[in-house]
């Protein structure tokens, strides 16, 4: 009658609460407004993703890559890299610059012709020409000139006006090009360029091998080359005399023009001759560049055409310089490159002094004025990539002294040789006039183990330090060697063993950083480490906790006669061996080391090693393979790890994977907690069973130990969360209880309903259909080798109340702070926050002994506090407010280096009052006495708790259809607000505690997993995202930063003047051999006609003028119609004033009549009527 009395109670009280209106006024002031939010993309470091074209103008000495997706990256000097877009998923295959003019031409895949102006920051397209009937397949810009020879794959020829960008209608067929016997097509023009003495000349080049010398006159063909081998390219002598095509056949061909009939030299640089006598096959040449030099031999430069007698041959840029011919290897595929000269002039001595090579994965410029032709070292951050990235963080707002002692430590490492001396080529624009006032630092982690730490401060990324955390451990075996091992080990399922080891075991998922203290932790799929940062080399043994977390359910092996040998306990039950013996409950593999074998993914490197400035290993914790349920399955992986955090204050480090929870004291190198998720629920004395709302069976590792001697009642199975449910305070060194039977072991009746205790906040229903991440977040490295584009979906079950779907809970994120544990606490005690997959959050507390030697010597108590809250889909982030709504930063170590480790257990600082963040309400900012607010964020909600009173003022619904990626309390404009990243591609923003809408706004699709993966927030208005595999994405969302932008870009045109034309000589001119002038104007201007009809469509782009006026002209209308609104509408308030008063005048003469005729009628009698 009690229970049921007791049940009563507290549903009755559950309905108090969801009665009791919300409070929305606690008195917090909120400074955030909507014009405070504008979000938009900053600036985009790393190599451009799967280049397609490369261009350079000579005179501005600006680069522009060409992207697969539509991307142009435009690079000057150092700190001038500006990003734009096609604003479509199409392939940029050929760059042509307007040398000088501040524009350029790009030609996508879908046959469209794009003109760019980019004497502004941001360039912007100005014309596009789309063709509609013919596919283009090379175009030709001749230096000064304004008409764009457009190639196509009917083997035609269009020419078009780049002022107005319409077409000419002067057009070369190729049926009038070819010969008139010749009865095969002659493919597509995959060459166009004029003769350097003579622009009246024009050489076609066709894919099967012919060759055109058009004269654009006359409109005849002068001459024509047949080739016996497939063409890919074509380039001039400087004299116009002469050209050299490349082949299919990695041959290499010169003709005359007077001389069409045979080649003046054949040759082929890389055949070797082979047994028989004939010469060996080679690769195509893709492309070839022959540049004069005035005092020497000519340059000959081209790409491929090596030999295939040895498979696996690297790709290689050929120099032939006289009879010297030097083979460049490259480490990519080579896509293109491009040849830098003095002089934009092709009939004078070109100077060649550089060659820019674009790789699939690198950008690399070879200095051809030094010996041996050495590279110039490329200060652009395009090696992000050079290991697959893994994970990504990014911190903004740092302390100002962290990028100088990471640039201290990595400069001593990067003494590079072998470089050329001389300066950067390509060194055009200027830098932009400001910079952010705080530095921000770019961490990356790699599969090969490694992390690098960038200075983001400016436009360019730097390099800071590099760590390579592989070196901690053992290297891993060969796949022979491993494959036999794990047949002993892990047995001979074909699941198992070398087949289902991870290829990159050192790869970094996730990373943590405390900005303070400079403590690194990293993990990878199954292993942790802790990592102190030191000016000076040390001498490190590095010590390590092997931990297993995996975990079943009890009752499916009931049937085993070991199953009093299975006991795990729960979190209460451990509290309360912890209270009275005062020692940390550990399962450290040392417990049973020594009665069965384990096996780990990573193994750490014994004995003492020496590491260099920077960062060392302080601690290393590895997770456990174990046997597997079934039998003859071998060893079952441990799970990935989910998420990682440390306080540097506590000296506690925290994980969770797919299955449950470890707390590690890194001071004292021990394990606190070791429990699976369910565990962490801990007993309710109102039930008589566990807080999880899916009344799920007991979790117990196995194969573990637990010692239990069955002296316990069931009369003293009480557990320390109920006396705190009840407002009464446990003390860790109270006595010992009667150790009780445990609740877990009780089975829970199939039919009981899902109830809470009184101590759970969340009023909203179980979290049925919220499905979340079944584990780790990581991005694989083989998803990093290529555009992964696959949609970013979840696994999601309609019904979650099945012990099926909810059988793992993850650990989606963790917290320490100081914070209130109970509803009447006045005070204040360390805690950790614990979230998890299934939207519950746990609190447990943390008892720490006094700083000094009671922390070197006292164990930490780790005790639950039985608060608990419940929100719908995976917990993402938890952050805390002070009572006047401002952000709680966590409390951290400051650094100090060269401590010897006796002196830093003399030293070391616990958290004391002084060190918190105060906090101290006044009656006009206190909520019902609240001192605190907890702000909780999920896939689907956000809500606003207050502590210690355990309310929730705030609430609301982030998204119904979709489901939030990413979320995070940040600082802006010295303010707090919870921003959020949603899976549609909304970035949405709330004012907090108040949680009103500042920001929602369709920004960024969710089209690749890679976003969601290294999707981060940082504080005043930075964001950052991998949006590729090779490049790093900044956004903001600050007003204030997004109107600074265009001072903090570097300006990429400088008015400068164009080289003079080459001076021809007397003899030249008097023979007739000197340059001569055509007028295009009149060739292929309006005496032409009009060109063909249909063949392309011009659209107008944003940075056209008459964009630009249509903007206008639309925003006059649209002024003008709300004037001449604002016109109709008072005329009609006039009307209706004048309406008015013409009623009130009738009205006042109504009156009158009345009260006369009232008047009339008062005194008279009955007679008189």
């Not at 405070?36 to 522009?64: I, M, N, W």
């Not at 100088?404 to 430590?409: D, K, R």
């Not at 990293?522 to 102190?532: K, N, V, Y």
């Not at 998803?783 to 779907?805: A, I, K, P």
């Amino acid at each position: 009658m009690s229970k049921m009395k007791k049940t009563l109670n507290r549903v009755l009280t559950k309905f108090e609460q969801l009665k009791a209106p919300l409070n929305t006024d606690c008195g917090v002031e909120e400074t955030l407004r909507t014009d405070h939010f504008q979000v938009c993309k900053t600036v985009r470091y790393g190599f451009p993703y799967e280049p397609t074209s490369v261009a350079f103008d000579p005179v501005q000495h600006l680069l522009a890559i060409g992207t697969k997706s539509g991307s142009l990256r435009i690079l000057g000097r150092p700190g001038v890299d500006i990003h734009c877009n096609h604003g479509q998923e199409v392939a940029v295959i050929q760059i042509l610059f307007l040398i000088n003019e501040g524009a350029l031409v790009t030609v996508c895949s879908d046959d469209s012709i794009h003109l760019w102006n980019y004497r502004q920051k941001r360039p912007e397209i100005v014309h596009t020409l789309k063709f509609q009937r013919e596919r283009i397949t090379y175009c030709h810009l001749p230096f000064t000139s304004k008409w764009l020879y457009v190639g196509t794959e009917r083997g035609n020829v269009h020419i078009a006006n780049i002022e107005s960008f319409t077409l000419s209608g002067y057009v070369i067929n190729w049926n009038k090009a070819i010969e008139l016997s010749r009865k095969t097509h002659p493919g597509p023009v995959v060459s166009l360029t004029d003769c350097p003495i003579d622009p009246n000349k024009l050489l076609i080049g066709f894919e099967t091998g012919t060759i055109v010398l058009w004269d654009l006159k006359s409109k005849t063909a002068e001459c024509r080359f047949n080739l016996p081998e497939a063409l890919r390219s074509v380039s001039w002598h400087h004299e116009g005399k002469q050209f050299m095509c490349s082949h299919t056949d990695g041959s290499l061909t010169t003709y005359n023009i007077k001389q069409p009939q045979k080649p003046v030299s054949v040759m082929m640089p890389h055949a070797q001759m082979g047994k028989d006598g004939k010469l060996n096959p080679c690769k195509p040449i893709t492309k070839v560049e022959w540049k004069s030099v005035k005092n020497g031999e000519p340059l000959i430069i081209f790409s491929g055409g090596m030999s295939y007698d040895r498979a696996g041959r690297t790709p290689s840029i050929t120099v032939m310089n006289g009879k010297s011919t030097t083979a460049l290897e490259m480490e990519h595929n080579i896509i293109d490159f491009v040849v830098l000269c003095e002089t934009p002039w092709q009939n004078d001595f070109q100077e060649p002094y550089a060659i820019v090579v674009l790789l699939q994965y690198d950008l690399v410029v070879v200095d051809l004025t030094s010996q041996n032709y050495p590279c110039f070292e490329n200060p652009y951050p395009m090696d992000i990539h050079e290991s697959p990235v893994t994970a990504c963080q990014y911190y903004a707002n740092c302390p100002p002294d962290l990028i100088p002692a990471f640039y201290s430590v990595g400069s001593s490492r990067q003494k590079r040789t072998g470089f050329s001396e001389k300066s950067w080529p390509v060194n055009g624009g200027e830098w932009g006039t400001s910079t952010c006032s705080y530095p921000e630092i770019f961490i990356t982690g790699h599969a090969d183990g490694s992390l690098k730490f960038w200075d983001a401060s400016s436009v360019t990324l730097q390099v800071l330090y590099k760590l390579k955390t592989a070196k901690m451990f053992e290297k891993p075996k060969k796949r022979e060697e491993s494959r036999s091992e794990n047949r002993d080990s892990v047995g001979d399922n074909p699941k198992n063993g070398s087949e289902s080891m991870d290829p990159d075991p050192f790869a970094v998922y996730l990373i943590h950083l405390c900005t303070e203290s400079r403590i690194l932790c990293f993990a990878g799929a199954t292993h942790l480490a802790l990592c102190r940062f030191s000016k000076q080399e040390l001498n490190v043994e590095v010590q390590s906790l092997e931990f297993s977390i995996i975990y079943h359910d009890l009752f499916d092996d009931m049937e085993s006669p070991d199953i009093e040998n299975h006991y795990r306990p729960g979190l209460g039950v451990v509290a309360q061996f912890q209270g009275g013996s005062r020692e940390s409950y550990s399962s450290n593999a040392s417990d049973h080391s020594s009665k069965q074998e384990t096996w780990t993914a990573v193994k750490v490197r014994p004995g003492s090693r020496k590491y260099s400035a920077g960062y060392y290993p302080d601690l290393v914790c590895v997770l456990q393979w174990l046997e597997s349920k079934e039998p003859g399955e071998g060893k079952e992986h441990p799970g990935n790890i989910t998420f990682i955090s440390m306080n540097s204050t506590y000296g506690l480090l925290a994980f969770g994977n797919e299955s449950g929870l470890a707390i590690v004291d890194y001071v004292q190198r021990t394990c606190l907690l070791n429990l699976g998720t369910p565990d962490l629920y801990v007993f309710d004395s109102n039930t008589e069973g566990s807080m999880d709302p899916y009344n799920r069976g007991p979790r117990s590792p196995r194969n573990r130990k637990f010692p239990t001697d069955g002296s316990g009642t069931e009369d003293g199975a009480r557990s320390p969360t109920n006396d705190q449910i009840n407002d009464v305070c446990i003390s860790p060194t109270c006595s010992k209880p009667k150790r009780p039977p445990p609740p877990e072991l009780r089975r829970s009746k199939p039919n009981r309903r899902l109830q809470k205790a009184q101590s759970v906040a969340s009023i909203e229903e179980a979290n049925n259909g919220g499905g979340s991440f079944s584990g780790g977040v990581f991005l694989k490295p083989e998803n990093c080798d290529r555009n992964d584009t696959s949609s970013f979906s979840r696994s999601r079950s309609s019904s979650m109340s099945s012990l099926e779907n909810v059988s793992r809970e993850a650990i989606q994120s963790l917290v320490f702070s100081d914070s209130y544990t109970g509803k009447t606490d006045n005070f204040t005690c360390p805690c950790l926050w614990v979230g998890t997959s299934l939207g519950s959050v746990i609190v447990i507390v943390l008892n720490l002994p006094p700083p000094g030697q009671q922390r070197l010597d006292q164990p930490v108590i780790v005790s639950p506090s039985g608060t608990m809250f419940r929100l719908k889909g995976a917990i993402l982030t938890m952050s805390f407010l002070d009572c006047n709504g401002v952000l709680i930063p966590s409390v951290s170590e400051q650094w100090r280096d060269n401590i010897g480790k006796e002196k830093e257990k003399q030293t070391y600082r616990q958290n004391t009052v002084s060190q918190k963040p105060k906090i101290s309400p006044t009656s006009s900012t206190d909520c019902n006495g609240d001192k605190q607010y907890v702000v909780i964020c999920s896939e689907k909600q956000a809500r606003v708790i207050s502590l210690p009173s355990q309310q929730c003022p705030y609430k609301t619904r982030i998204t119904e259809s979709s489901f939030v990626v990413r979320a995070d309390v940040v600082s802006l404009r010295d303010s707090a607000c919870l921003t959020c990243y949603v899976a549609n591609g909304r970035i949405m923003a709330f004012s907090l505690p108040s949680l009103k809408p500042l920001l929602d706004i369709d920004f960024l699709p969710l089209n690749d997993v890679r976003i969601a993966r290294t999707f981060c927030f940082s504080s005043n208005g930075h964001a950052s995202y991998l949006c590729s595999a090779t490049e790093i994405q900044k956004i903001t969302f600050s007003a204030d930063l997004s109107d600074n932008l265009n001072e903090m870009l570097g300006e990429l045109f400088k008015p400068c003047d164009t080289p003079d034309a080459p001076k021809q000589g007397f003899f030249k001119n008097w023979f007739g051999s000197g340059q001569t002038t055509l007028d295009r104007e009149e060739l292929f201007g309006e005496s032409s006609g009009k060109g063909p009809r249909g063949l392309a469509t011009r659209l107008q782009g944003k940075g056209s003028m008459q964009y630009v006026q249509n903007q206008a002209s639309s925003g006059t209308s649209a002024v003008a119609i709300a004037h001449k609104n604002f016109i109709e509408r008072g005329e009609k308030l006039g009307e209706l004033g004048e309406r008015s008063e013409m009623m009130r005048d009738h009205a006042e003469n109504f009156a009158s009549d009345s009260r006369a005729l009232m008047l009339k009628y008062k005194n008279k009698k009955w007679y008189q009527w």
